[in-house]
């Protein structure tokens, strides 16, 4: 259980340094914008790094606020009944991560804004670049499970756009999210783990495999899925 605990923070804390990098980049750019006229390559730039940061801002926040969850829940489970007493910081710590996934944009509404973001294929270009990154030799076989898991993720997208039905894509929108912040978030702490596999090599396998059940998951529940099953998701 503590593994798991430490291998979502490593996560989502690769998500969100490399979601503040994009914010940087563009938000550098646009300081010099204000100095100078971009070139053509600038401009292009400051387009790419707004766009990637306006789709890991909702990614970063969706997925953190419901691991910071998860892992205050774990914790008063591993305190057992201490874990509820007020001696013991952890029954705050369950009571104050609740409210991250609710205020400045519930998580339903991170949804929302990142999903232009896995209809147009900005996550996938994501993966795409972060597969296409080397990593250490003892990282190759990580990566090759990661990829496999993009390949799902990926899968999935085309299944649900070619449905061509908006209450399907809703229907499917809140698991392609999850998808997407795993793939991600996985891709990101394999990267990471390669450069200090001191730091983040066991979170890496642990959080492969977590990542792994929840991609699987969701893309069964996808797969399987149909839209004239969303009557059965109606209120009656």
């Given at each position: 259980?503590?593994?798991n605990?430490?291998?979502r923070?490593?996560?989502?804390?690769?998500?969100?340094?490399q979601?503040?990098?994009?914010?940087?980049?563009?938000?550098?750019?646009e300081?010099?914008?204000?100095?100078?006229?971009?070139?053509?390559?600038?401009?292009?730039?400051?387009?790419?790094?707004?766009k990637?940061?306006?789709?890991?801002?909702?990614?970063?926040?969706?997925?953190n606020?419901?691991?910071?969850?998860?892992?205050?829940?774990?914790s008063?489970?591993?305190?057992?009944?201490?874990?509820?007493?007020?001696?013991?910081?952890?029954?705050?710590?369950?009571?104050?991560?609740?409210?991250?996934?609710?205020?400045?944009?519930?998580?339903?509404?991170?949804?929302?804004?990142?999903?232009?973001?896995?209809t147009?294929?900005?996550?996938?270009?994501?993966l795409?670049?972060?597969?296409?990154?080397a990593?250490?030799?003892?990282?190759?076989?990580?990566?090759?499970r990661?990829?496999?898991?993009?390949?799902?993720?990926?899968?999935?997208?085309?299944?649900?756009k070619?449905?061509?039905?908006n209450?399907?894509?809703?229907?499917?929108?809140?698991?392609?999210?999850?998808?997407?912040?795993?793939?991600?978030?996985?891709?990101?702490l394999?990267?990471?783990?390669?450069?200090?596999?001191?730091?983040?090599?066991?979170?890496?396998?642990?959080?492969?495999?977590?990542?792994?059940?929840?991609?699987?998951?969701?893309?069964?529940?996808?797969?399987?899925?149909?839209?004239?099953?969303?009557?059965?998701?109606?209120?009656?």
């Amino acid at each position: 259980m503590l593994s798991n605990m430490k291998a979502r923070v490593d996560a989502g804390r690769a998500l969100l340094y490399q979601t503040a990098r994009y914010v940087d980049i563009y938000k550098s750019l646009e300081d010099i914008e204000r100095t100078r006229k971009l070139t053509d390559e600038e401009k292009a730039e400051l387009k790419l790094y707004n766009k990637l940061a306006s789709a890991g801002t909702p990614l970063t926040k969706g997925m953190n606020a419901e691991y910071s969850n998860i892992n205050s829940y774990d914790s008063i489970q591993v305190h057992g009944g201490s874990g509820y007493m007020l001696e013991y910081a952890c029954q705050r710590l369950y009571r104050d991560a609740r409210i991250t996934s609710i205020y400045e944009g519930t998580t339903q509404l991170q949804v929302v804004a990142a999903l232009p973001h896995i209809t147009t294929g900005t996550y996938t270009s994501m993966l795409d670049e972060l597969e296409a990154a080397a990593v250490a030799p003892e990282f190759e076989s990580l990566k090759a499970r990661a990829k496999a898991m993009d390949d799902k993720f990926k899968a999935a997208i085309d299944y649900v756009k070619a449905a061509e039905n908006n209450e399907f894509l809703d229907l499917c929108s809140r698991r392609l999210y999850e998808m997407a912040g795993n793939c991600v978030m996985a891709q990101l702490l394999i990267r990471d783990a390669s450069a200090n596999a001191e730091l983040f090599g066991k979170s890496a396998k642990v959080y492969l495999n977590l990542a792994e059940a929840e991609v699987m998951k969701h893309s069964n529940f996808i797969m399987n899925l149909t839209a004239d099953q969303i009557a059965d998701y109606k209120k009656a």
